[in-house]
């Protein structure tokens, strides 16, 4: 993007920690390998470190479907920031980067499950299967959004706080009880311009995600 074309941005970063068991599924089978589980949990390179990862697509989605299905936001305001495939590709002003575990603070359980008849109120046949669950870890994700409105940033909050509040949850088996996560090591940068010396003017700080939700939500219901 063109300098002249980026007027302010918001850009960000916090830590998602596991709060139970976490299912990212990988798409890898296990056809041509039995010893494999039903369902791996996702890994990717974060450098030359093999890792799990939760794609900042799936974060996306999730943030997305929460704030689209509550009408925080309207139509053309949900096109603006995720962007839009029809009539033409539109880019969202929002992005967010995949976030990598720290290897360091992982937990891997396999786990075994099976579905239950309820007339039988016994085994289904063929529905057992076996996955790698994570029930504990951190990952490390960062966030963008360029040219924002005050209600972009806000909506944008209150979707990671029903994320930290288990309202919504990301992954697979939600139903079962998988997908809560805390947002811990909060930061966002609010950025207005550039100086005369082309160097971002950082006009907010926020290191709390507690006090960033509050203040978003009373300068959004002031200015409504």
Known sequence: MHLKELQNEVCGAFTISADGPLLIKSGISNKTNPAL????FLTGKDGDTETYLIPGSSLKGVIRHYLEDNHILDGNAVKSLFGSHKGGLLRGKLS????????????IVHRTNTSIGAVSQSTTHGS????????QGNFR??????????????ALLNALDALNRHIIFIGGRTSK????????????????GFTAEFKPNITAV?????????????ENANGS
Do not use: W
């Open 206 to 218: 926020y290191t709390d995600f507690v006090d960033a939700v509050a203040i978003y939500r009373k």
């Open 37 to 40: 589980p039903d369902a791996l």
């Open 177 to 192: 009880g998988y997908g809560r996560i805390s947002i811990k090591d909060f930061q966002m940068q609010v950025i207005s």
């Open 128 to 135: 057992l299967n076996n996955t790698d669950t994570l029930d």
């Open 96 to 107: 967010f980067s995949d976030a990598y575990a720290d290897m360091a603070t992982v937990h």
């Open 141 to 154: 994700c960062s966030f963008r959004i360029v040219n924002p409105s005050e209600n972009d940033v806000c």
